[in-house]
T-cell receptor, first 112, second 111 residues
Framework: DGGITQSPKYLFRKEGQNVTLSCEQNLNHDAMYWYRQDPGQGLRLIYY???????QKGDIAEGYSVSREKKESFPLTVTSAQKNPTAFYLC???????????FGDGTRLSIL | QKEVEQDPGPLSVPEGAIVSLNCTYSNSAFQYFMWYRQYSRKGPELLMYTYSSGNKEDGRFTAQVDKSSKYISLFIRDSQPSDSATYLC???????????FGRGTSLIVHP
């Protein structure tokens, strides 16, 4: 079955540590996205990529970095510069502009 | 004024009721409209994707779009406890890659 796989499901970060969240899709979609979801705040866009080797900042990119070396993969690194990283992180993909996004099941990041 | 307004609820209904979930929007450029269902600790699942004004039906779900009023609805017939979740509306302009999401409505269907 086609879909989006996020790993790990739960992740813990120590102070000063960078952590990387994995997102893989086998839907053959060109575009991929990272969102952060906090209680009561809805979905906030961190980064998105319309095509391999290209990506753009979303509304809350500070403290995060991404890469898009393969069509199927769009990993997100939460750096030590992100002072409030505790949240539920969602990866999504879409086939083209205007098309619906499909989501993975998320990674919950917490601080130790 | 936010671009997309959605009442957070919670909306509590008895099993078997007809549920109406709604969103209003202000951007007349929005052309595509989506409804997602999100269970606790899971990612949003696409339920409905519509383009034109009017109704689209899929099983117990009906999506309604009224572009003249900038208002969209999701109706759930014969609601079940398994429908208890948060429902997110989303909308996007033609050719754009970035949808605008509502904050979600929490639905509780009690037996």
């Amino acid at each position: 079955d086609g879909g989006i796989t996020q790993s790990p499901k739960y992740l813990f970060r120590k102070e000063g540590q960078n952590v990387t969240l994995s997102c893989e899709q086998n839907l053959n979609h060109d575009a991929m996205y990272w969102y952060r979801q906090d209680p009561g705040q809805g979905l906030r866009l961190i980064y998105y990529s319309q095509i391999v080797n290209d990506f753009q900042k979303g509304d809350i990119a500070e403290g995060y970095s991404v890469s898009r070396e393969k069509k199927e993969s769009f990993p997100l690194t939460v750096t030590s510069a992100q002072k409030n990283p505790t949240a539920f992180y969602l990866c999504a993909s879409s086939a083209q502009g205007g098309g619906p996004q499909h989501f993975g099941d998320g990674t919950r990041l917490s601080i130790l | 004024q936010k671009e997309v307004e959605q009442d957070p609820g919670p909306l509590s209904v008895p099993e078997g009721a007809i549920v109406s979930l709604n969103c209003t929007y202000s951007n007349s450029a929005f052309q595509y409209f989506m409804w997602y269902r999100q269970y606790s600790r899971k990612g949003p699942e696409l339920l409905m994707y519509t383009y034109s004004s009017g109704n689209k039906e899929d099983g117990r779900f009906t999506a309604q779009v009224d572009k003249s009023s900038k208002y969209i609805s999701l109706f759930i017939r014969d609601s079940q406890p398994s429908d208890s979740a948060t429902y997110l509306c989303a909308m996007i302009s033609g050719g754009s890659y970035i949808p605008t999401f509502g904050r979600g409505t929490s639905l509780i269907v009690h037996p």
